[in-house]
Nanobody
């Protein structure tokens, strides 16, 4: 089982960045997927989630209207994207993708069974 996040980097405030997460090793097309982030000195927090077929999404209040989550279930690898627009310095964090059983999007970290390593996003002011 592997969830590989990529796409992080340094971006100026107001700019855009697109994160990707390639999930393989299980039938991740049947899993609800989520993006989380953890800033230095803070707890991991929910950013966005998407249901198995991509029909429903949900966002944290802090990113709603700026970030968009999507997924591609074609093939053996499921890819989940996080398009980040109009980024702010407070978006600086390590972003990780995760997968959970079941069709509901949940914000609680403990409801997700599989996690990838993070990709670091730094937003400069």
């Amino acid at each position: 089982v592997q969830l590989q996040a990529s796409g992080g980097g340094l971006v100026q405030a107001g700019g855009s960045l697109r994160l990707s997460c390639a999930a393989s090793g299980r039938a991740f097309s049947m899993y609800t997927m989520g993006w989380f982030r953890q800033a230095p000195g803070k707890e991991r927090e929910f950013v966005a989630g998407i249901t198995r077929n991509g029909g429903s999404t949900y966002y944290a209040d802090s990113v709603r209207g700026r970030f968009t989550i999507s997924r591609d279930n074609a093939g053996n690898t499921v890819t989940v994207y996080l398009q980040m627009n109009n980024v702010k310095p407070e978006d600086t964090a390590v972003y990780s993708c995760a997968a959970k059983v079941g069709g509901s999007i949940m914000q609680a970290v403990e409801t997700y069974s599989y996690w990838g390593q993070g990709t670091k996003v730094t937003v400069s002011s």
